[in-house]
């Protein structure tokens, strides 16, 4: 500091010094102009009523743009969670991206656990509409893993040609993929893999490092289709979570690559069970028993999953708050897809499609992603049964429709149990 | 990018070791400068206006390196960059501009009486002429980390300055959030539309925040001299024509920049400037002048001679393709413009393109005739 000082000292005769303001955050400030006198005053920076740094949201169609009001903005603007996270980073991925050809995008994310409290004033409306009607301030969230509860749940690999369950995991304590720094990033990998190392039986597995794989590792990796990419979609990078790619960044799966863990893509942790065929019962099972036992061995190192009876699991994306999970199968549903009254059943069984690349994609052929449309509010049990009760439903009418008989609607299923 | 917990003190939590990114893939100028004690002592300052290291390294941390051209990876959120982190920017400036130190002054020179020559390229060959640079509005943070409402104000001073023009200079703003299908659909005829960037590059660096917030373009009704707000820069200003009449393309330049730092200055405002960086823009390559000035030129036989990189370096020139930075040529037409921006002043680098491409065009017709050019090669400059 005092060294860089003194060569600005020797090289501009003409120079105003502005005194040092406090120690060690601000540092010293200089102007020049053409004219050779001194400007003074360190610029900081300018500060704009709330108005007017409003976002223009006319345009956009995401959940955080229908609640987010002048109002509401203005009210939090100037809060900040104890970690430093503002309300401009949360919404930032919604005002830089309007809508989304397929769905309503929610348009908001959380820096950090803090962020759903400190900014409920947001947080609430946008959780309640995505989440059809789930209000934070009065209900509570159900949490069962489980899995002896299932019911059925293996389906004719006839019809489903492969079922999986996926969720995902935050460290309490330490900040979300929006806000980390690299050094918290860092340490979320290595409290995961940590705890990872720990599994045993057939859930005794390894973990890649993105910045460390080998060639044939990678290769490997992609033919297994378990790699993931440095997020492509400006819905995750305008939130920032793409930073310093690929540092911190890995997958682990078990010898078996049935149990798959990755760590710091959109959230801590996102944990996968699959497998091909349609025992989704199975794939279940592995998903708790794995989940639990990841609890278990980071709770022996004094860390903890952030959850609340409130949310629930606590994810990056309000949308996967609760259980952040979605099960799915991907089956095939040559006539039933035809049908004009394919999207009202699913509608009415909750259960929602996509192609067979995941979210924003369309099918192929007619093979469709089925999963479970709720996170929050019901328990993974409650989801996993709903997803099984629908599939057979769905099956079963493309039966009947191979058979040439009618199908029915089916009653739209209560939404919270 | 104004993001995360490396914005703020957080990071303090952690040493410096553990909050080090990791550069061992990378090959930009920030790589090669940044080391782990620089990071150290840098790491817990902040601009007045709350810019840190992190948010200046962020572009060149996400992006390791580029096919064509050894980037800067780093950028400027306001004036006091440049300043706050000098350990890390003056030898990045110093290795991007051939040597630039850190006791080095910069001239300006916008008087462009000073340029000699420059309105006769052969327009046989010459097919057109470009003059652009950047101007930042003193006060303001730059596009990396300005804030809605800063944004919007540098937008509604700049039209309000770009009003007032008149002449050959009276033109029209396009604010990109309002304009018309029709009025888009004649700004892309017209080559003048930017588009939201793509570049990753630009993005991991935070400029496209909020797209098209307060972001426009203004032309004057000749569609000569170009003003992009809000964009890489506060304002990037581009006088161009079809042809080979650099002399009048660079008269404008200069008499259009002149005249609107002065309407600025009528209302309080003054671009960023200083004696050693000269103009102060978000990216240190365009730092000094900011300038790029360059001609779209057919060169289809000198392009293909195995000397022409080295002629075009001894006349302190760089060739693109024709759509800019970024892009391979097509049909032998090359983008021609000064290698240079800081160290040498806007008349000295118009000259050097005047010159160079003259020498260029005349290499090309011996060429054509089947002559050699082995007498016709210049000294480095």
């Not at chain 1, 105003?16 to 005053?41: C, D, M, P, W, Y």
């Not at chain 1, 992603?369 to 709903?386: A, P, Y």
């Not at chain 2, 440049?82 to 290795?95: G, M």
């Not at chain 2, 040529?329 to 240079?340: E, L, P, T």
Request: glycine share 10%; aromatic share 8%.
């Amino acid at each position: 500091m005092a060294s860089s000082f003194a060569r600005v000292l020797s090289s501009k005769r003409k120079v105003g010094i502005l005194s040092l303001v406090g120690a060690g955050s601000l540092t010293v400030g200089f102007f020049l102009n053409r004219e050779q006198h001194v400007k003074a005053g360190a610029h900081v920076r300018r500060i704009y009523p709330p108005s007017a740094e409003y976002p223009d949201l006319r345009k956009h169609n995401n959940c955080m743009a229908s609640h987010l009001t002048p109002a509401v903005y203005a009210k939090l603007s100037d809060k900040t969670t104890p970690n430093g996270y503002t309300l401009d980073e949360a919404i930032q991925t919604g005002v830089d991206n309007p809508g989304h050809p397929f769905i309503k995008t929610v348009g908001m994310v959380a820096g950090d656990e803090e962020s759903y409290e400190v900014f409920a004033d947001i947080f609430n409306p946008v959780i309640k509409e995505r989440h059809n009607g789930y209000d934070p301030c009065t209900m509570k969230h159900p949490t069962d893993l489980d899995a002896s509860k299932i019911r059925g749940g293996q389906f004719h690999e006839k019809y489903v040609l492969s079922s999986r369950v996926r969720t995902g995991r935050s460290i309490r304590g330490l900040s979300l993929p929006p806000a980390c720094t690299r050094a918290e990033r860092r340490e979320v990998e290595r409290v995961v893999i940590d705890a990872l190392a720990g599994l045993k039986g057939d859930l005794a597995g390894k973990y890649f490092s993105l910045t460390l794989m080998t060639e044939q590792e990678q290769q490997q990796l992609i033919d297994d289709h378990f790699l993931f990419d440095k997020p492509v979609s400006p819905l995750l990078t305008c939130a920032g979570m793409a930073r310093d790619w690929p540092d911190a960044r890995g997958i682990w799966h078990n010898n078996e690559k049935t149990f798959l863990v990755w760590v710091n893509e959109e959230d801590h942790t996102r944990v996968i069970s699959m497998e091909k065929g349609g025992n989704m019962k199975r794939v279940f099972e592995r998903f708790c028993k794995g989940l639990l036992e990841v609890e278990r061995l980071i709770q022996e190192k004094g860390w903890e999953f952030m959850w609340n009876e409130r949310l629930g699991y606590i994810l990056t994306c309000p949308s996967n708050l609760g259980t952040g999970l979605r099960a799915g199968v991907h089956v095939t549903l040559p006539r039933l897809s035809k049908d004009p009254r394919f999207p009202k059943i699913l509608d009415n069984l909750r259960l929602q499609k996509r192609g067979t690349g995941g979210v924003d994609t369309a099918a192929v052929g007619n093979t469709f992603d089925i999963s479970n449309l709720d996170r929050l509010g019901q328990s993974e049990v409650q989801l996993v049964q709903t997803v099984i009760d629908g599939v057979n439903y769905l099956i079963e009418c493309e039966k009947k429709l191979e058979r040439g008989q009618d199908i029915k609607i089916p009653a739209p299923i209560s939404q919270f149990k | 990018m104004p993001f995360g917990n490396t914005h703020n003190q957080l990071k303090m939590n952690y040493t410096a070791e553990q909050e080090f990114p990791d550069l061992s893939q990378h090959n930009n100028h920030m790589a090669k400068v940044l080391t782990l004690e620089m990071y150290a002592n840098l790491r817990d300052k902040q601009t007045p206006s709350g810019f840190t290291v992190d948010d200046v390294i962020q572009t060149g941390v996400d992006n390791p390196g580029h096919p064509f051209i050894m980037t800067v990876g780093c950028v400027a959120g306001d004036e006091e960059t440049y300043e706050v982190f000098k350990d890390l920017l003056d030898p990045v400036i110093e290795d991007r501009h051939g040597g630039y130190k850190p006791t080095d002054k910069h001239k300006t020179d916008l008087n462009p009486d000073n340029l000699q020559g420059g309105d006769d390229l052969d327009p046989n060959y010459v097919l057109s002429s470009r003059v652009r640079t950047g101007r930042s509005i003193r006060g303001f943070c730059l596009p990396p980390h300005c804030s809605r409402g800063e944004r919007r104000a540098i937008e509604g001073l700049s039209v309000e300055a770009l009003g007032a023009l008149d002449g050959d200079l009276k033109g029209k703003y396009y604010a990109l959030k309002d304009m018309t299908e029709e009025e888009q659909q004649q700004l892309i005829d017209d080559h003048f539309l930017f588009d939201k960037p793509v570049s990753p590059l630009l993005l991991a660096s935070g400029m496209a925040r909020d797209w098209p917030d307060a972001r426009g373009i203004w032309h004057n009704d000749n569609k000569t001299f170009l003003v992009w707000v809000n964009e890489e820069d506060h304002l990037r200003v581009i006088s161009m024509q079809k042809g080979g009449n650099m002399k009048e393309v660079f008269n404008r330049f200069c008499t259009g920049l002149t005249k609107i730092e002065e309407l600025f200055k009528e209302k309080g405002h003054e671009f960023m400037w200083n004696e050693h960086l000269g103009y102060v823009l978000t990216c240190p390559s365009n730092l000094g002048t900011g300038m790029r000035g360059g001609v779209h030129v057919k060169l289809p036989n000198l392009s293909k001679h195995e000397k022409f990189g080295e002629i075009l370096k001894r006349l302190r020139l760089q060739k693109r393709g024709t759509g800019g930075v970024d892009t391979a040529a097509v049909g032998g037409v090359f983008d021609i413009s000064n290698a240079d921006r800081l160290g040498f002043s806007e008349v000295e680098l118009v000259q050097m393109v005047v010159d160079g491409v003259k020498l260029l065009v005349e290499m090309e017709k011996h060429l054509e005739a089947g002559q050699s050019i082995d007498d016709l090669m210049p000294e480095q400059k």
